[in-house]
């Protein structure tokens, strides 16, 4: 009607991470266990580049797909991380891997078709879907399995309507890291079903235990199924530059370029000049920084052992799910109380799906100090809410 919003996308969750950052804002002091923001600053000469690159006028548009030298690097680092050779043809820079995840959805998914998605998972697969009418089809994942999908479950989701499914290892939010296996499983019952895999690679650099491989390397005779969607945000700090990228099949390499045109057109000319730098310059900093987070994973999992809250030691990314089932609330709730009693934020867990309704993600990605502060208030609280006593605390309830 006119006058009146999309009635369509007001069905969009509100994304519970944003939501109580907005409720945040009436304290002046709080502890920030919640979004996924690396604690340090993007490395110097990274910085640096960016900045040349302003100077030197690269304040223009690019081609849809992105500089040709960034292509070229990113292709460097696949065969460096990965030892796969991919032409620079096939890849395609985006204004943040979001963008790139929203793209290729444009791409491959027609309205009422259905895509599977993890659960709990990243909150925007949902969203982006809503956006253009497709539905979503959440795929079970649990602490039990250390948060590894059941290929029968997967199976028993997929239907006439279904077009691709969303990986996303190293997981937001839960960590887990699919081994060389779990991919060759996946990836045959993509093949059997003749689905698209979008394999979300986001947290890549992020690995503390288990194998690091992708798609594209397990299975590279299927290429034109696989799509590889990776960014700068995480692995070399660069949240607020938005700068991502895709691997796509052959097939739809045009299709994407057609569609960043009237969505994003481009990344900024002098952020991929910086992500030039990023991948062709000193990497030390990503190795010493995912040391950090591995340490902080390792503290963070302690406290929370010695509180007796439940939890799964995630092997990637800096997230871990915390069950708060013992304390009667849902998540969201919990969150709340939290907050407002103790000023500690941590992400509500229904937020990532109908799994997530007893959780809280505790991101480990920021100081130390604050994150052991904000352990101990959860902590605390939980033990109120639950009539624990401090006999009980030290007792070991990992997942």
């Given at each position: 009607?006119?006058?009146?919003?999309?009635?369509?996308?007001?069905?969009?969750?509100?994304?519970?991470i944003?939501?109580?950052m907005?409720?945040?804002?009436?304290?002046?002091?709080?502890i920030?266990?919640?979004?996924?923001?690396?604690?340090?600053?993007?490395?110097?000469?990274?910085?640096?580049?960016?900045?040349?690159?302003?100077?030197?006028?690269?304040?223009?548009?690019?081609?849809?797909?992105?500089l040709?030298e960034?292509?070229?690097?990113?292709?460097?680092?696949?065969?460096?991380?990965?030892?796969?050779?991919?032409?620079p043809a096939r890849?395609?820079?985006?204004?943040?891997?979001?963008?790139?995840?929203?793209?290729?959805?444009?791409?491959?998914?027609?309205?009422?078709e259905?895509?599977l998605i993890?659960?709990?998972?990243?909150?925007?697969?949902?969203?982006?879907?809503?956006?253009?009418?497709?539905?979503?089809?959440?795929?079970?994942?649990?602490?039990?399995?250390?948060y590894?999908?059941?290929?029968?479950d997967?199976?028993?989701k997929?239907?006439?309507?279904?077009?691709?499914?969303?990986?996303?290892?190293p997981c937001?939010?839960?960590?887990?890291v699919?081994?060389?296996k779990?991919?060759?499983?996946?990836?045959?019952?993509?093949?059997r079903?003749?689905?698209f895999?979008?394999?979300?690679e986001?947290?890549?650099?992020?690995?503390?235990?288990?194998e690091v491989?992708?798609?594209l390397?397990?299975?590279?005779?299927?290429?034109?199924?696989i799509v590889?969607?990776?960014g700068?945000?995480?692995?070399y700090?660069m949240t607020?530059?938005?700068l991502g990228?895709?691997?796509?099949?052959e097939q739809?390499?045009?299709l994407?370029?057609?569609?960043?045109?009237?969505?994003?057109?481009c990344?900024?000319?002098?952020?991929?000049?910086?992500?030039?730098a990023?991948l062709?310059?000193?990497?030390?900093?990503?190795?010493?920084e995912?040391?950090?987070?591995?340490?902080?994973?390792?503290r963070?999992?302690t406290?929370?052992?010695?509180?007796g809250?439940?939890?799964?030691?995630?092997?990637?990314?800096?997230?871990?799910m915390?069950?708060?089932?013992?304390?009667?609330?849902?998540?969201?709730?919990?969150?709340l109380?939290?907050?407002?009693?103790?000023?500690?934020?941590?992400?509500?867990?229904?937020?990532?799906?109908p799994?997530?309704?007893?959780?809280?993600?505790?991101?480990?990605?920021?100081?130390?100090?604050?994150?052991?502060?904000g352990i101990h208030?959860?902590?605390?609280?939980?033990?109120?809410?639950?009539?624990?006593?401090s006999?009980?605390?030290?007792?070991?309830t990992?997942?």
């Open positions: 009607m006119r006058g009146k919003p999309s009635l369509h996308r007001q069905k969009m969750r509100p994304n519970s944003r939501k109580i907005v409720e945040a804002t009436q304290y002046e002091d709080v920030s266990l919640q979004i996924g923001e690396p604690e340090v600053d993007t490395a110097a000469h990274i910085v640096a580049a960016g900045q040349l690159a302003m100077a030197q006028g690269y304040t223009h548009y690019t081609s849809n797909a992105g040709p960034l292509r070229e690097a990113i292709a460097g680092r696949m065969k460096r991380k990965y030892d796969i050779d991919i032409s890849i395609v820079v985006t204004s943040g891997a979001v963008s790139a995840l929203h793209t290729i959805l444009l791409a491959l998914i027609d309205s009422g259905e895509v993890p659960d709990p998972g990243y909150p925007n697969y949902e969203g982006m879907l809503i956006i253009q009418h497709a539905e979503s089809v959440y795929y079970k994942t649990d602490a039990e399995r250390q590894i999908p059941d290929m029968q997967i199976e028993s997929i239907t006439p309507a279904t077009k691709a499914i969303i990986v996303n290892s937001n939010p839960t960590g887990a699919y081994a060389w779990v991919w060759e499983e996946l990836l045959q019952l993509a093949e079903h003749d689905l895999v979008i394999s979300d986001i947290y890549d650099e992020l690995v503390y235990e288990g491989c992708c798609p390397q397990v299975r590279p005779d299927l290429a034109h199924r590889s969607v990776n700068f945000s995480k692995g700090a607020g530059w938005r990228y895709m691997i796509v099949p739809l390499i045009e994407t370029w057609k569609l960043l045109e009237p969505t994003t057109t990344a900024a000319e002098f952020t991929q000049k910086a992500g030039i990023a062709t310059g000193d990497q030390t900093h990503i190795e010493e995912r040391l950090r987070y591995k340490h902080k994973r390792d963070a999992c406290l929370l052992t010695q509180y809250i439940p939890h799964s030691r995630p092997q990637g990314a800096f997230y871990i915390a069950d708060v089932s013992a304390t009667g609330r849902t998540s969201e709730p919990f969150a109380e939290l907050l407002h009693r103790h000023q500690v934020i941590v992400a509500p867990g229904e937020g990532f799906g799994a997530g309704l007893y959780s809280v993600r505790i991101c480990f990605a920021g100081k130390l100090e604050q994150l052991e502060e208030r959860l902590g605390r609280y939980y033990g109120e809410l639950t009539g624990r006593s006999e009980v605390l030290g007792k070991s990992l997942l």
